[in-house]
C-alpha cells in the first residue's frame, strides 16, 4: 500500500483558498487518490478522487501531477465550516475499503 | 435515502461486559466496512462484511471481536469481555460495490469502557 505523507495542521482565514499537498512517491500504476474530511464525532465524508491531471466538483479541486508522487486538493473561499480533518488515500481502485489506511490527516483550522 | 445508521451513538460498559455495536448500510449497499479510531488517529480497519460473509477481518483481533452481516438486519460488532483499551470511536461504512473506495460512513459509535 502506498504511504502518504501530508503537513500535520493548517490555519486559515475565511475566504481564502487553501491547498493541502499530500505526498505518495511509491504510488502504484493501478492507485486512485481519494480525499475525505471528517468533522469531530462525525465519519468520514468523501470529498473527491482522482487518477490524473486535475478533477473538480462542486467542493473542490484535485491537482495530480503528471509524475503523480503528490497531489494537492484545493478548498476555494474556506468558510468556518471548513474546519475539520483532511485526509489523503492512495489505493487500488478496485479495491474495497479494506485496502485503504487512514493516516493521521490534516487538521484544517479556518478563523475569522 | 437514509444514509449509514449506527447504534447506539454512545456506549458505556464496564470491563469484562459485552458491547453490541450496529449498524445498518444505506439501502442497496450489500458491502460493510468496521473501523476503529482512537484520539488523535486515524481510522484503522477491522473487518470487510458482504452480506452473510466475512471477507476480510486482517484488522480485527482474533480474541474477543467478532462481526457479522446477516441476511436480514443490520451488521453486528461484538466485543465481548470489553478492556480499557477498546475504548474508541467505530465506525462503519457501506458502499454498493467492492471497489471504488468511495465509502459513505456513519456517525459513529463512541464506545467507553470504565
Known amino acids: 500500500l502506498a504511504k502518504t505523507t501530508q503537513p500535520i495542521s493548517m490555519d486559515s482565514y475565511e475566504g481564502q483558498e487553501v491547498n493541502i499537498t499530500c505526498s505518495h512517491n511509491n504510488i502504484a500504476t493501478n492507485d486512485y487518490i481519494t480525499w475525505y474530511q471528517q468533522f469531530p464525532s462525525q465519519g468520514p465524508r468523501f470529498i473527491i478522487q482522482g487518477y490524473k491531471t486535475k478533477v473538480t466538483n462542486e467542493v473542490a479541486s484535485l491537482f495530480i501531477p503528471a509524475d503523480r508522487k503528490s497531489s494537492t486538493l484545493s478548498l476555494p473561499r474556506v468558510s468556518l465550516s471548513d474546519t475539520a480533518v483532511y485526509y489523503c488515500?492512495?489505493?487500488?481502485?478496485?479495491?474495497?475499503?479494506?485496502?485503504?489506511?487512514f493516516g493521521t490527516g490534516t487538521q484544517l483550522k479556518v478563523e475569522l | 435515502n437514509a444514509g449509514v445508521m449506527q447504534n447506539p451513538r454512545h456506549l458505556v460498559r464496564r470491563r469484562g461486559q459485552e458491547a453490541r455495536l450496529r449498524c445498518s448500510p444505506m439501502k442497496g449497499h450489500s458491502h460493510v466496512y468496521w473501523y476503529r479510531q482512537l484520539p488523535e488517529e486515524g481510522l484503522k480497519f477491522m473487518v470487510y462484511l458482504q452480506k452473510e460473509n466475512i471477507i476480510d477481518e486482517s484488522g480485527m483481533p482474533k480474541e474477543r471481536f467478532s462481526a457479522e452481516f446477516p441476511k436480514e438486519g443490520p451488521s453486528i460488532l461484538r466485543i465481548q469481555q470489553v478492556v480499557r483499551g477498546d475504548s474508541a470511536a467505530y465506525f462503519c461504512?457501506?458502499?454498493?460495490?467492492?471497489?471504488?473506495?468511495?465509502?459513505?460512513f456513519g456517525s459513529g459509535t463512541q464506545l467507553s469502557v470504565l
Open positions: 488515500l492512495v489505493g487500488d481502485q478496485a479495491g474495497g475499503g479494506n485496502k485503504l489506511t
Open positions: 461504512a457501506s458502499s454498493p460495490r467492492a471497489g471504488g473506495e468511495k465509502l459513505f
